[in-house]
């Protein structure tokens, strides 16, 4: 038969035609496994820049397994192997993105450098690889059914009938492949659990891949929970959860099996003999109970990436953890603690500041310290609950997260000041920042009724207030700057000297803006203005004069930190504190 026009001469894959619906496209792949694609759609048939290779992380029996830890450990394994990965969250959830939802339902928003505001499962990913993310790796529900509506309504459907198989899950799989398209792995975690109605069609548009790709080049991990009751390891849930898979037409091919103790052979065996999965390729994801930075290093050791590399037909590389590894020792002989404060207003989701307990940790385990964080209310602080030299008692920094709407901002203030007379070190982000020029005005500048436009609208004296105020007029007002913005460094400023650099590029997620009006009185007085960013004429950093570390940015450094790259000024903060407190490092070597 003769190769089709629509695909360039030197990209089959083999000799062995198979037709379906008068088509065919071969898929070249990296390894010896050969597989076709088989199109069932027009609109899928168009070749696609996409990865060859497919890997879906399901997860069953409840939420909150660790998905998205697990996911991104399998990223860690892949990138040691000198693959290129891509990774995916896929939220079955209605809302177009994580922007609107609050903090105390679903944690941080985690902000790419494109300005998308994703899942908190985005940040394992930029914590635990380098995969390169954009709004593009975070794909829910109401994105697909929005651009899906948008088609219909503009006729692109010509007259069809519209219906989930299979324009929702055409609309899924070219999410998909649109998202993998620069690398040579995918890894797609699709959220929630396998039986809930929000996921079945994302979890058919998986299973269509997987039929198109081959086998040899797709396969699933599914995370599921082995409990111990009466001393006794369970496996009837994780029996049931593969039993639910199967009715969707997903056959896992890895067994992830969260336990609060490693799984024995015989607990493997049972679990391969009831769920058609090889006994070598039942994982133990026991509950780890030194830190998260050390499950890709538990997974090497069942050998998951041998698992996933020989089943995808991929060249068996050496693998280089070496960052890792170094990094676990660091944890291990880590002399020291040192507690460091976060008053902020919501404190009582663990997952609503994730970014910035990480990017603490980084910077501790850098510099071989355990960082203890004590979460503080504002709000306790606000009404005045609280002594502030008894709840700081112990403390070696403190620092104020971003936020939005007036709740505990009085509060926030009270402890910027605090801070600032008792020479503590101080680190503020986005709000932390703002809260620390309110403070300062109101205090050394003596503007009592210094606030934000934010917490009052008609503000008398706002030193803090939106872009139009300012006497801009081509950003709307309401919009947030999102997204990465270059900020250009004071060279003799704490932030140079941090980032070794005078210039850097951070992520923004904020409203308000430092009111330019106020600049030269606040400078005068002693607050350095010691980052900006130049083409817009606005305050990115400021610092206090003759304060041993004293800083606020408007940016979230938190999320470019990594655990073997701690971002710098996380670390010079935590060197700060601890200094502050005396410590000396303690080298058990």
């Not at 609107?100 to 505001?117: C, I, L, N, R, W």
């Not at 659990?193 to 058919?204: A, H, K, N, Q």
Request: charged residues 25%; hydrophobic residues 40%.
């Amino acid at each position: 038969m003769a190769e089709p026009d629509n695909v360039p001469v030197g990209q089959w894959a083999s000799t062995d035609e198979r037709e379906i619906s008068g088509s065919v496209v071969p898929r070249k792949t990296a390894g010896a496994a050969r597989s076709w694609h088989f199109p069932t759609d027009r609109n899928i048939m168009r070749r696609e820049v996409m990865a060859e290779k497919f890997i879906f992380v399901t997860g069953g029996v409840c939420s909150s397994l660790g998905k998205g830890i697990a996911a991104a450990s399998l990223g860690t394994l892949l990138e040691a192997h000198g693959y290129k990965v891509s990774m995916i969250k896929i939220d079955p959830y209605i809302n177009v993105d994580a922007g609107t939802m609050s903090p105390f339902q679903h944690g941080e928003v985690f902000v790419t450098d494109d300005g998308a505001e994703t899942d908190l499962d985005l940040g394992n990913y930029s914590r635990f690889t380098n995969a390169k993310l954009s709004g593009g790796n975070s794909i829910t529900t109401g994105q697909i059914y929005q651009e899906v509506i948008r088609k219909e309504r503009k006729g692109e459907y010509l007259g069809k009938c519209v219906q989930v198989i299979p324009h929702i899950t055409d609309e899924i799989c070219q999410r998909i492949y649109q998202a993998s398209a620069e690398a040579e792995i995918a890894i797609v975690e699709v959220g929630g659990t396998v039986g809930d109605i929000e996921s079945i069609p994302f979890l058919e548009g998986c299973r269509q891949i997987i039929l198109r790709k081959g086998h040899a080049n797709a396969m699933t991990v599914h995370l599921t929970l082995v409990p111990e009751v009466g001393g006794e390891l369970k496996t009837k849930l994780t029996q049931h959860a593969v039993k639910e898979s199967l009715a969707i037409g997903l056959q896992p091919d890895i067994l992830l099996c969260r336990s609060p103790e490693p799984l024995d052979s015989s607990t493997k065996r049972k679990i391969a003999h009831f769920t058609n999965v090889c006994e070598n390729a039942v994982i133990s994801a026991h509950n780890e109970p030194s830190h998260i930075y050390r499950i890709p290093l538990n997974y090497r050791a069942e050998r998951l990436d041998r698992l996933v590399v020989e089943h995808l037909g991929l060249e068996v590389t050496p693998l280089d953890l070496s960052a890792w590894e170094e990094l676990d020792r660091n944890y291990r002989q880590a002399g020291l603690s040192l507690d460091i404060g976060m008053v902020g207003k919501y404190i009582d989701l663990p997952d609503t500041y994730k970014s910035i307990d990480e990017a603490l940790i980084h910077a501790g385990l850098s510099e071989k310290l355990r960082i203890n964080i004590r979460k503080i209310d504002a709000e306790q602080l606000e009404k005045g609950e609280v002594d502030p030299d008894e709840l700081f008692l112990g403390i070696s920094g403190l620092l104020v997260p971003g936020g939005f709407g007036n709740r505990g901002v009085e509060g926030m203030i009270h402890a910027v000041h605090y801070a600032r007379r008792n020479g503590l070190p101080f680190f503020g982000i986005c709000l932390g920042m703002q809260v620390m020029v309110i403070e300062f005005a109101r205090h050394v500048l003596g503007i009592a009724e210094a606030n934000s436009t934010e917490f009052v609208e008609n503000c008398r004296e706002p030193v803090i207030s939106l872009l139009e105020e300012q006497g801009r007029i081509d950003i709307l007002g309401g919009s947030m700057r999102l997204g990465l913005s270059t900020m250009e460094l004071e060279p003799t400023g704490k932030f140079a000297r941090a980032y070794g650099a005078t210039e850097a590029k951070e992520v923004h997620r904020h409203r308000y803006e430092v009111n330019n009006a106020y600049l030269e009185r606040l400078e005068s007085a002693g607050l350095t203005i010691s980052a900006r960013y130049s083409s817009q004429n606005l305050v990115e950093g400021c610092e206090w004069q003759g304060h041993p570390f004293g800083l606020g940015t408007q940016a979230h450094p938190e999320f470019h930190s990594q655990p073997v790259g701690a971002h710098p000024l996380f670390r010079a903060f935590i060197q700060a504190g601890a200094e502050y407190a005396g410590v000396r490092q303690i080298s058990v070597r």
